[in-house]
């Protein structure tokens, strides 16, 4: 929110909407701060970029130490001033960004070509395109490309995600009116709770489309694939814990997705095998080598090859201190392995959560779970 004011728009809560009014992007302020979110600098740079003033664009934590030569290599072709500190943060840019036909690197996220859609689309972008080599993530460029066309802006021509073509006269900023649009639930923060009730439940989540995009949706084809006790109804996703077997997933898995796999997979009787570990580096954390030495401390054997995880499930899960390493996903994919270990365990800066899932403890006690908060998580048997 405070990144969106920033950008000069003004944000108005009512019950449960949010009314977001905005005339461009007009910085109101000198530097953003994007705190620890990837996303955020990833999304909003070339954003901030369509602006002619200078700003410096900052963060905290682990974002920090995140490479960032993405922008380095891409926003000069585009007209835009940039300074950044060794390819990493603080970046001070200078725009306007204008649209030109380049050539990104879609391998180490798709946020980033997110941000770059939308900005050529709010400059006016005709005749030039964006071409991508090797793009993860794809189902988020189609979210993305959804809200476009639902906000009334230009869509590019999507050339099989190896190129996207803005060709048609661009939308006219004056023919923009308002838009009443729902936000889907979050795929990414419901697969934690999916797999706490395939552990622990039984539970119900409702508001997830089955229907979406969101590639976090794959969470139901790994617990089905594990045989949990899962059924899809009218109302909401049911699950309940059940004799789980081992599962394979050799499709590419979104990051994020990876930790509540592993709390999965080490309930499950078997090794587990994931692919799409290249692709946790940079992550709040090294997600692979993280997870591979947090849940060792609870007694679950991780292997790492090449781009393979093996998770070797079945055996008892124990208590112990682990350590969130400020990463969100993983204070919440210990957590949720945590409600059928023997013991108790200890999540040290438990709040990482906070950036995307500030109730998810107090969910985790409408399972029943005994749970002590002090920046530290403390479940008890």
């Not at 617990?223 to 049911?238: D, F, Q, T, V």
Request: charged fraction near 25%; charge should be negative.
């Amino acid at each position: 929110m405070d990144i969106i004011q920033k950008l000069g728009v003004t944000i108005e809560f009512r019950s449960d909407d949010l009314l977001i009014n905005s005339a461009g992007v007009n910085l109101v302020a000198n530097e953003i701060n994007c705190g620890e979110s990837g996303l955020g600098i990833r999304m909003f740079t070339p954003l901030v970029a369509l602006s002619e003033k200078k700003i410096i664009i900052n963060g905290t934590g682990s974002l920090l130490t995140r490479p960032m030569d993405f922008f380095d290599q891409i926003l000069p072709k585009l007209g835009v001033k940039v300074k950044t500190n060794e390819g990493k943060l603080p970046i001070e840019i200078q725009g306007p960004l204008k649209p030109t036909s380049i050539e990104v690197d879609g391998s180490l996220s798709s946020q980033f070509l997110t941000g770059l859609l939308l900005a050529y689309a709010a400059a006016g972008a005709k005749d030039v395109s964006i071409k991508v080599k090797e793009l993860k993530s794809k189902p988020y460029i189609d979210l993305t490309l959804d809200v476009m066309k639902q906000f009334g802006f230009t869509v590019p021509e999507n050339k099989n995600y190896e190129e996207f073509i803005f060709s048609t006269e661009p939308v006219l900023e004056s023919t923009h009116t308002a838009v009443h649009y729902t936000v889907e639930g979050d795929w990414s923060g419901g697969a934690f709770l999916l797999v706490a009730g395939a552990i622990a439940g039984p539970i119900t989540v409702r508001g997830l489309d089955l229907t979406s995009t969101q590639a976090d949706k794959a969470i139901v084809d790994a617990l089905m694939a594990a045989n949990a006790g899962i059924a899809i109804e009218a109302k909401g996703i049911k699950i309940h814990p059940a004799f789980m077997q081992d599962f394979i997933l050799m499709q590419q898995i979104v990051s994020d997705l990876f930790p509540p796999l592993v709390a999965l997979a080490a309930y499950c009787n078997g090794e587990s095998t994931i692919k799409g570990v290249s692709r946790l580096a940079h992550k709040e954390s090294n997600r692979a080598i993280t997870l591979q030495e947090e849940f060792e401390k609870m007694g679950v054997r991780i292997d790492l090859n090449d781009d393979t995880m093996t998770v070797h499930g079945g055996n008892a899960v124990k208590g112990a201190i682990v350590h969130s390493r400020h990463d969100h996903r993983i204070a919440m994919a210990c957590a949720v392995a945590a409600l059928k270990a023997d013991g108790e365990t200890v999540i040290e800066e438990a709040d990482a959560i906070k950036k995307s899932y500030p109730d998810f403890y107090n969910d985790l006690e409408k399972l029943g779970a005994d749970v002590s908060l002090n920046n530290k998580f403390k479940l008890y048997e």
